[in-house]
């Protein structure tokens, strides 16, 4: 079974950084996509950034720009670096690795963005 574990989240000002950091493992095998999601009080969770295997990445328009998304050497971990967060940023955040035909999600690290 494939386990998910965050960690970075945090209380920061608006125009801060923090790097939120997520190492699955497990049944780790040719894993396809590694990403991260949040979701927002009343708001349906949304993609924020994706890297594929590949190294292929895709971000939400909002983040373009300042949030870069990157794997991590052992190619069981990704990285989300934020920079210039927004109070818009808030959100519970989730890491989530996909594989050709199932997928699984961390528990979430929460991510505030506030004077």
């Known amino acids: 079974q494939v386990q998910l574990v965050e960690s970075g989240g945090g209380l920061v000002q608006p125009g801060g950084s923090l790097r939120l950091s997520c190492a699955a493992s497990?049944?780790?095998?040719?894993?396809?996509?590694m990403g991260w999601y949040r979701q927002a009080p009343g708001k349906q969770r949304e993609l924020v950034a994706a890297?594929?295997?590949?190294?292929?990445?895709n971000y939400a328009e909002s983040v373009k720009g300042r949030f870069t998304i990157s794997r991590g050497n052992a190619k069981n971990t990704v990285y989300l670096q934020m920079n210039s967060l927004k109070p818009e940023d808030t959100a519970v955040y989730y890491c989530?690795?996909?594989?050709?035909?199932?997928?699984?999600w961390g528990q979430g690290t929460q991510v505030t963005v506030s004077s």
């Open positions: 989530n690795v996909a594989f050709v035909s199932s997928n699984y």
């Open positions: 890297v594929t295997s590949g190294g292929i990445t």
């Open positions: 497990g049944s780790i095998f040719r894993i396809n996509v």
